[in-house]
């Protein structure tokens, strides 16, 4: 592995069912975010750790939750996905605070 | 208002044209800067920091004015390879730690 991977890369899911989305980096980061990218409205923060062990809430955290058990990875998961959760999904992840921010390749939701 | 803003464009341009991107933002106290570079389909990756004295990496320049709040991107003799969307970051100090806020991203087409 070399720098940060997700998975799947793209996904259709029905509504109502749970899905996890995989967030993994090689990096011993410290920081690692989940944004989702939506057209005209840029990428959006719904969830961060700037830790192991430690979690927070981002711009648009509802109807997700985040879990941060070790450096390495940082899943995603929608308990009981819903339509409007159709978006572009990106794991990210830096060193400290002016660092610069490294993305992973993105997963593709597609909610029906 | 928006905390990043930005025009989205598209911005088309025949290459070897010089074209400049401005961004604004909100919060005052904001840290740092960045442009990052987004193509199709694909994650965003930095093309360069955003320095107070303003900086150069070959066909591009950044500057910062941080009395007006606002960012810009100058690239000259554009290529066909620089079509991309471009985002403006800045780095917010708050409460809980640094926050990167992303602007929606503008939009270059270069055209033989």
């Known amino acids: 592995i070399a720098g940060i991977t997700q998975a799947p890369t793209s996904q259709i899911l029905a509504a109502g069912r749970r899905m996890t989305l995989r967030c993994t980096q090689d990096m011993r980061h410290n920081a690692m975010y989940w944004y989702r990218q939506d057209l005209g409205l840029g990428l959006r923060l719904i969830h961060y750790s700037n830790t192991a062990g430690t979690t927070g809430k981002g711009e648009v955290p509802d109807g997700y939750s985040v879990s941060r058990a070790n450096t390495d990875d940082f899943p995603l998961t929608l308990a009981s996905a819903v339509p409007s959760q159709t978006s572009v999904y990106f794991c990210?992840?830096?060193?400290?605070?002016?660092?610069?921010?490294?993305f992973g390749p993105g997963t593709r939701l597609t909610v029906l | 208002r928006k905390e990043v803003e930005q025009d989205p464009g598209p911005f088309n341009v025949p290459e070897g044209a010089t074209v400049a991107f401005n961004c604004t933002y909100s919060?005052?106290?904001?840290?740092?800067f960045f442009w990052y570079r987004q193509d199709c389909r694909k994650e965003p990756k930095l093309l360069m920091s955003v320095y107070s004295s303003g900086n150069e990496d070959g066909r591009f320049t950044a500057q910062l004015n941080r009395a007006s709040q606002y960012i810009s991107l100058l690239i000259r003799d554009s290529k066909l390879s620089d079509s991309a969307t471009y985002l403006c970051?800045?780095?917010?100090?708050?409460?809980?730690?640094?926050?990167?806020?992303f602007g929606a991203g503008t939009i270059l087409r270069v055209k033989s």
């Open positions: 919060n005052s106290a904001s840290q740092s």
């Open positions: 990210a992840s830096r060193a400290g605070g002016d660092d610069e921010q490294f």
């Open positions: 970051v800045v780095n917010m100090l708050m409460e809980y730690g640094n926050k990167l806020v």
